[in-house]
């Protein structure tokens, strides 16, 4: 089983600021199948980006996901007050199908 | 637009059973595969089972004890658990699975299995 590890566990910014959230595989991802959710308090999670690297439908450009392997890396280039929530990655796979991290927070400095 | 509605949710004793319904609307729900995700008060996300043509798929952790179905006609999707333990209460999301994601999500149901 894959376990993913996400960094920094919360990370505290301003808005405007530039956000880059780790994501972190134990061994390899197969066919990039790592995905990027936005969860907010009290709202299910929001899918923003999949396949490593491609946005979601209504997704702003200023999210954007990168990496492969065993590394991945979602990056907000300029945080907007509706951004500071929780990111959790995740990876498809054999057993189980689907595998979450554990989250990184964003709050407001 | 995309809508899952969840329900079944509620107080069971350990033991026990209960069984979620999540009816979808908005797109040709026979059309994808579905899946239960799990959330332990506002930490985690633990994928739970997922349904795809006729192959259902479950978490170690539920394997022989849930049971995941969908009734096309209705655009509704199911899932059975049995023999519910404390460590199963949680709040459950149905999601429409596509390729390797999950691209909608409904506001889930609460299961709380306690004596």
């Known amino acids: 089983e894959i376990v993913l590890t996400q960094s920094p566990g919360t990370l505290s910014l301003s808005p405007g600021e530039r956000a880059t959230l780790s994501c972190r595989a134990s061994q390899s991802v197969s066919s990039n199948y790592l995905v990027w959710y936005q969860q907010k308090p009290g709202q299910p999670p929001r899918l923003l980006i999949y396949?490593?690297?491609t946005r979601a439908t209504g997704i702003p450009d200023r999210f954007s996901g990168s990496g492969s392997g065993t590394d991945f890396t979602l990056t907000i280039s300029r945080l907007e007050p509706e951004d500071f929530a929780v990111y959790f990655c995740?990876?498809?796979?054999?057993?189980?199908?689907?595998?979450f991290g554990p989250g990184t927070k964003v709050d407001i400095k | 637009e995309v809508q899952l509605l969840e329900s079944g949710g509620g107080l069971v004793q350990p033991g026990g059973s209960l069984r979620l319904s999540c009816a979808a609307s908005?797109?040709?729900?026979?059309?994808?595969?579905m899946s239960w995700v799990r959330q332990v008060s506002g930490k985690g996300l633990e994928w739970v089972s997922g349904i795809s043509g006729s192959s259902t798929y479950y978490a170690d952790s539920v394997k022989g004890r849930f049971t995941i179905s969908r009734d096309n006609s209705k655009n509704t999707l199911y899932l059975q658990m049995n023999s519910l333990r404390g460590e199963d209460t949680a709040l459950y999301y149905c999601a429409k699975w596509r390729s390797h994601y999950l691209d909608y999500w409904g506001q889930g149901t609460l299961v709380t299995v306690s004596s």
């Open positions: 995740q990876q498809y796979g054999n057993s189980p199908l689907f595998t």
């Open positions: 396949g490593a690297s």
């Open positions: 908005g797109f040709t729900f026979s059309s994808y595969a």
